[in-house]
């Protein structure tokens, strides 16, 4: 019988599985495609490298140089400079099949067992669970931890499976044989939200998100990211590549109602929602996540899935649900016109942007911010657009 099954092995379920095994826990990863590429930008944060930088060795990555905003309906744009490699505020983006194959490694020479298998079933058994594979067996545990993605198995057997409205989809195609040193990222009013370029080291990553519960298919939303890439004329005889992948994008009301642990039984990453609803990254959440939640099972900090649960409250969702507050003005067309024309004529705003980016400026005080950057045209409209929205708090 194992201490704890990890049930997915991406860079939640493998740094909480690395945590564990150097605990001397007893850990059995489940998983049969890890590691693999993954659509979407693929950034990873200077802070996120920070938690999991004494696990891995250097990373073949680019370093973000800029990033170019655009406003789709006036052709506008304005770029933001960003931090070089060696800042802790750096946004660095590498291969996610590299960078989930790592901290992979890192769990299994901590002692962390893998067995590439689809977890089929998630059941109760005695004091612990059972989870069957597709391969006919069943492994026991006395902990269980869901780091399957936002479809989560373990979340649809131990709490409730996502809605449609709790989720975005996130379409596009690689471009292999291009990449940059710039991000770009086009906003569009329908449906709301942007379009973006993403470099890798040989490839790019173009794609847009929607709602899933928009209206809007993801063949529907592909041929828009298609379109986007033949206006542009970027990554030019470049081999074209399709994905598809679901994202958790949780509104203000769902942070404060979404299960993410019980009786012996916690959720990480994705699985337990925690990606950012307004740039939907994810990483650096599904990191810390995994953090706390090893944490709780060992017993370091807090015991059990309590703790778990108030360290989530207080660390992580209390930003996701700010930020939930004001995703729909950052995507308004008014506020859009308004934040670009800011960026290009102020560089107090542009930094606060490139922070925000980096990841390293939070939702807490980003409005008390901009009012500090001294430009009170730009930030008293913000105020008065945030105000609208219901977002003073």
């Known amino acids: 019988m194992y201490d704890v099954v990890i049930v997915g092995a991406g860079p939640s379920g493998a740094w909480a599985a690395?945590?564990?095994?150097?605990?001397?826990?007893?850990?059995?990863?489940?998983?049969?495609?890890?590691?693999?590429?993954?659509?979407?930008?693929g950034g990873v944060t200077g802070r996120a490298l920070a938690l999991v930088r004494s696990a891995l060795p250097p990373l073949p990555a680019v370093t973000i140089q800029r990033a170019r905003f655009i406003d789709a309906a006036t052709g506008t744009s304005a770029a933001v400079d960003l931090p070089g490699r060696g800042s802790t505020d750096a946004l660095i983006v590498t291969g996610r099949a590299a960078f989930d194959g790592?901290?992979?490694?890192?769990?299994?020479?901590?002692?962390?067992?893998?067995?590439?298998?689809?977890?089929?079933?998630?059941?109760?058994a005695g004091r612990g669970f059972e989870i069957e594979t597709a391969d006919g067996r069943a492994h026991a545990a006395t902990v269980i931890v869901g780091a399957d993605g936002a479809n989560s198995l373990v979340r649809r057997r131990l709490a409730r499976p996502f809605?449609?409205?709790?989720?975005s989809i996130a379409t596009g195609f690689f471009l292999h044989g291009a990449t940059s040193d710039e991000i770009l990222l086009e906003f569009v009013a329908d449906p709301p939200g942007y379009i973006w370029s993403f470099p890798r080291q040989d490839h790019l990553a173009v794609g847009i998100c929607a709602a899933a519960?928009?209206?809007?298919?993801?063949?529907?939303?592909?041929?828009?990211?298609?379109?986007?890439?033949?206006?542009t004329g970027i990554g030019t005889?470049?081999?074209?590549?399709?994905?598809?992948?679901?994202?958790?994008s949780l509104g203000a009301a769902d942070v404060d109602r979404v299960?993410?642990?019980?009786?012996?039984?916690?959720?990480?990453?994705?699985?337990?929602?925690v990606a950012d609803p307004i740039t939907r990254e994810g990483i650096f959440f599904a990191l810390q996540s995994a953090s706390l939640a090893a944490d709780a099972i060992a017993g370091a900090i807090?015991?059990?899935e309590r703790g778990y649960v108030d360290r989530m409250q207080a660390e992580i969702l209390s930003e996701l649900r700010r930020a939930a507050r004001i995703k729909d003005l950052f995507f308004n067309p008014?506020?859009?016109?308004?934040?670009?024309?800011?960026l290009r004529h102020s560089e107090r705003i542009r930094q606060v942007m490139a922070d925000l980016v980096a990841g390293s400026q939070g939702y807490r005080d980003l409005k008390w911010r901009l009012a500090r950057t001294l430009e009170i045209g730009y930030a008293m409209k913000a105020f008065r657009s945030m105000k609208a929205q219901g977002t003073s708090s």
């Open 302 to 304: 807090f015991c059990g």
């Open 18 to 41: 690395y945590l564990l095994a150097q605990r001397g826990a007893r850990v059995l990863l489940l998983d049969p495609t890890h590691p693999r590429e993954k659509p979407c930008g």
């Open 213 to 231: 519960d928009a209206g809007v298919t993801a063949a529907a939303l592909r041929a828009r990211a298609r379109q986007w890439i033949d206006r």
């Open 237 to 248: 005889r470049s081999t074209v590549e399709p994905y598809s992948w679901p994202i958790p």
């Open 259 to 273: 299960a993410i642990a019980g009786p012996g039984w916690y959720l990480v990453g994705d699985a337990a929602g």
């Open 163 to 167: 809605t449609r409205s709790q989720l």
């Open 334 to 342: 008014r506020f859009t016109r308004l934040l670009l024309d800011a």
């Open 102 to 124: 790592l901290l992979l490694q890192a769990a299994q020479l901590a002692g962390a067992e893998l067995i590439a298998e689809r977890a089929t079933d998630v059941r109760r």
